[in-house]
């Protein structure tokens, strides 16, 4: 690995730039997938791919490739690197847009320092990485590895009522390549920990050796509305009290566990939502996962074979929907070993571990050698206005990212 080092001061502007689009009058940072404000990001993406005198392809789904391929090695399977610059509401400025640009910011020092190409390397910003505005997550990359129809994808409606294919025409990323029109070699994700483990433990690097399986599920759960005040507690079919109960539940369970299986409800709402009236119907989302199969699966049965008791003991009726489910991911062990490596070079302090979040990473995977790096997120924090990772860490990352791509190019 050589001693060459990325742009610091190119790469933290880049990120204060980015971080600056798409804030309201209040400041809060919102670029939802294929809005107004992703593309004001987009473009400045774009106009900073075409200053490091790169290719720009834009796929049908949007996904954005920034593309380095001297004739010599135009035919040969590229290196790619990158993530993701939709956001979600009110977010933190790292999150995706530091795995994006980092990349180009490898691939500008590769080509400042004359390096020589053995196959050609490729930056990407996958569409609606968050899946705030359109389900499910992850989108672009997944249409990308053939997990999705680019057609499916297209025609998908948005909480708002938009159409995802309608709104990249509109804002000019409707692209004519088709998904998947690169194979790579291998794909590496840069990428903010988004938890407290890295900043824990004083490590500098986070070797990504595989990432979580994840099942969401919505429960309905239909009882009967009665008048609070002169209905017995044991005549009532309560569905907030049986949701209650679920959600008591998962964490009971999880809490019990010595496996690192988590469980989440991360929304609730009640009808008729009155204060003074024994709710009816409870909704709510549950979101499980595991980085094994078979724990997640068992998981999966617990929870089925749960509702199916609280119902018969409360008298109400639990329907489930299933809103996504996505296998664990063992990511490719010679990358791996690759980051530890790097890190060890530059004296990072470097473990290999799981990643709890999901990403575009786990999508490539599917068909292509894929690994991760992680930096502290201070705090823990993502998601949130309060996510912030140090100079330093951004910089750290970068470079282990920059020693990793040599090497995958040579």
Known sequence: MSNIS???????????????????????????????????????????????GLEVVVDRVGNIFGIWAPDAVTQREPVMIGSHIDTVINAGIY???????????????????????ARPVVVAAFTN??????????????????GLDAKTALSTIGTDGTVLGEELNRIGYAGQEPPGFLSPSAYVELHIEQGP?????????????????ISWQRILVEGDSNHAGTTPIEMRKDACYVAAR???????????????????????????NAINVIPSRATMT?????????????????????????????????????????????????????????????????RRMTSGAGHDAQMMARNTPTAMIFVPSVGGISHNPKEHTTNDDIIAGANVLLDVVQKLLG
């Open 95 to 117: 999150d995706g847009c530091y795995g994006v640009l980092a990349g180009l910011e490898v691939i500008e020092t590769l080509r400042e320092n004359a390096f020589t190409l």
């Open 286 to 350: 549950i979101d499980l996962r595991d980085p094994y199969e078979t724990r997640l699966h068992e998981e999966e049965v617990a929870l089925e074979d749960f509702l199916q008791l609280v119902a018969a003991e409360e008298q109400v009726t639990i329907s489930v929907e299933r809103l996504a489910r996505t296998a664990p991911v063992t990511f490719d062990q010679n990358i791996v070993g690759l980051i530890e490596r790097a890190a060890e070079m530059r004296g990072l302090p470097c």
């Open 129 to 146: 990485e968050e899946g705030v505005r359109y389900a499910p997550d992850m989108m672009g990359s997944l249409v990308y590895a053939g």
């Open 197 to 213: 483990v890295l900043e824990r433990e004083h490590l500098r690097i986070g070797a990504v050796e595989n990432l979580q399986g």
């Open 6 to 52: 990325i742009d610091q001061q190119r790469l933290m502007r880049r990120l204060r730039e980015l971080g600056s689009i798409g804030r309201d009058t209040d400041g809060k940072l919102t670029r939802l997938a294929a809005s107004d404000a992703e593309k004001l990001g987009r473009d400045q993406f774009v106009s900073w791919l075409h200053g490091a």
């Open 246 to 272: 679920i959600v008591t539940y998962l964490r009971d369970r999880a809490r019990a566990s010595d496996t690192p299986t988590v469980a989440t409800v991360g929304c609730l709402t009640l009808e008729p």
